[in-house]
């Protein structure tokens, strides 16, 4: 082959391009499962974060089993439901409420106990200001007292909306109440500034990340509403 041709040039390029696009697919395709446990013990991790409970890379899959003594799944409308083939820990709630309709979202829960103590965790997924953020919400024994809770996202803008993600935010919510009474309020997250001394229904939100702030409440509003027949049914059941 004569290479001062143009077709040499471009029969070269062609297979350098096939060549190292099929190296870097079978690369990509050899650490989809590296990948994918990274982000199961990710998950792992915040949801022990949101009791309190730090555990390294190597340590989550020890300490979730150790720690998590349930898992429970609803519907849209509260009902304890059981997929087939599926437990609370396979569903992807950002992905469900980017693409799927309010009635066919699942809702997962997860049951933590420590020396007979339980607590309740709550997934949830919403939008910021450019893109969605999601979190994990823990409650007391009662269902109705936040333990802790963990908040992340992955496009707010950074030392504003992005604060979502630090203590100073999410340490606001320990000990606030989501019920009235028997009337479910959730949290509202107010303006950045706001008073909210005493006010075990509010929390200030961050000054400068209003729209993001915002977001958090809605999507606790939300979510917890799905929770509120079964929070019921099992604090009645305590009496």
């Excluded at 690369?27 to 982000?39: C, D, F, T, Y």
């Excluded at 020890?62 to 509260?78: C, H, P, R, T």
Aim: aromatic share 10%.
């Amino acid at each position: 082959m004569d290479v001062n041709k143009n077709s040499y040039t471009f029969t070269f390029s062609a297979i350098l391009v096939i060549v190292v696009g099929a190296s870097l697919a079978f690369v990509a395709e050899g650490l989809k499962p590296l990948q994918k446990e990274n982000v199961r013990l990710e998950k792992m991790q915040n949801i022990l974060a949101s009791v309190k409970v730090e555990a390294t890379p190597d340590e989550a899959a020890a300490k979730f089993e150790q720690y998590i003594v349930e898992q429970v799944m609803l519907d849209n409308d509260g009902n304890v439901v059981s997929p087939e083939g599926l437990t609370a820990f396979d569903i992807d709630v950002v992905k469900e409420f980017k693409t799927l309709d309010i009635e066919k979202r699942n809702y997962p829960l997860f049951v933590f106990e420590d020396n007979g103590a339980r607590k309740y965790i709550v997934p949830m997924a919403g939008n910021g200001l450019w893109g969605p953020i999601w979190g994990f919400v823990a409650f007391e024994g009662d269902m109705n007292t936040i333990y802790g809770s963990t908040f992340d996202h992955k496009t707010e803008t950074p030392g504003l909306g992005a604060e979502i993600n630090q203590p100073f935010f999410q340490d606001k919510f320990i000990g606030k109440t989501i019920f009235d009474g028997s009337e479910y309020v959730s949290v509202e997250v107010v303006k950045g500034g706001a008073d909210v001394e005493g006010k075990s229904h509010m929390v200030d939100g961050i000054s400068g990340g209003t729209i993001t702030s915002k977001g958090v409440g809605e999507m606790m509003q939300r979510t917890l509403n799905v929770y509120v027949p079964y929070f019921k049914g099992n604090q009645k059941a305590a009496l």
